[in-house]
């Protein structure tokens, strides 16, 4: 059984790693974006509003993101339709920057820390991270995967995971057939 788990295991980690890298290469160089205008903006013209400064710059990375994604790491899953693309990408965006925004919200408000460090520290690296997690999957099934199981390159993603009915559940595969359930065929 931990054989058959660490199998599945390490098709999923063969079958995401490329886009992984491209996805973290992308997402490192918007999180400089971002945390580069939000430090800027912390110090400067939005001091007294931390958790508007945090959507700015989320939104500055975000487009820089949606750009960079489409046209190198999901470049080969493109959708035809661009406006709905978008509009996907900019939703699922909206759920992340939320999550790094509610950080930010949580350790000014709830836990009372106001200093720039914590700050920065709650809604660019707590924030970011838990954001960038829920867009990783978000961007790969949602956005960009419209016709994923279509591609050649994916055509067997499913039979590698043996996901879908026509590899039944786990509970099925392990389970014994019970004799008494079995018809007695006469010849």
């Known amino acids: 059984m931990l ?11 063969s079958m995401l790693w490329r886009e992984v890298a ?28 931390e958790v508007k400064a945090k959507i700015v710059a989320g939104v500055v990375a ?16 493109r959708q035809a339709n661009v406006v709905r693309e978008l509009v996907m990408f900019l939703i699922m965006n909206a759920i992340g920057l939320g999550i790094a925004a509610a950080c930010v919200f949580v350790t000014k408000y709830w836990i009372g820390l106001t200093d720039t460090t914590s700050i920065f520290i709650a809604g660019s690296v707590v ?26 390159e ?11 009915p ?3 559940s786990f509970e099925q595969e392990t389970q014994a057939p019970n004799p008494s359930l079995t018809p007695d065929v006469k010849d």
Not at 127 to 152: C, H, N
Not at 154 to 164: I, P
């Open 3 to 13: 054989t058959r788990i660490w199998d599945k295991l390490m098709g999923l980690v």
């Open 127 to 152: 924030g970011l991270v838990l954001g960038t997690i829920f867009r990783f999957f978000a961007y790969r099934f949602w956005v960009f995967g419209a016709e994923m199981d279509q591609e050649e």
């Open 62 to 77: 975000t487009m820089f993101s949606w750009v960079a994604n489409r046209y190198w790491t999901f470049r080969h899953r």
């Open 166 to 168: 026509e590899h039944g």
């Open 22 to 49: 491209k996805f973290g290469v992308v997402g490192g160089v918007a999180f400089v974006i971002d945390s580069g205008i939000y430090l800027w903006l912390l110090k400067g013209p939005m001091s007294d509003s």
């Open 154 to 164: 994916f055509a067997h993603d499913r039979e590698l995971l043996s996901v879908g």
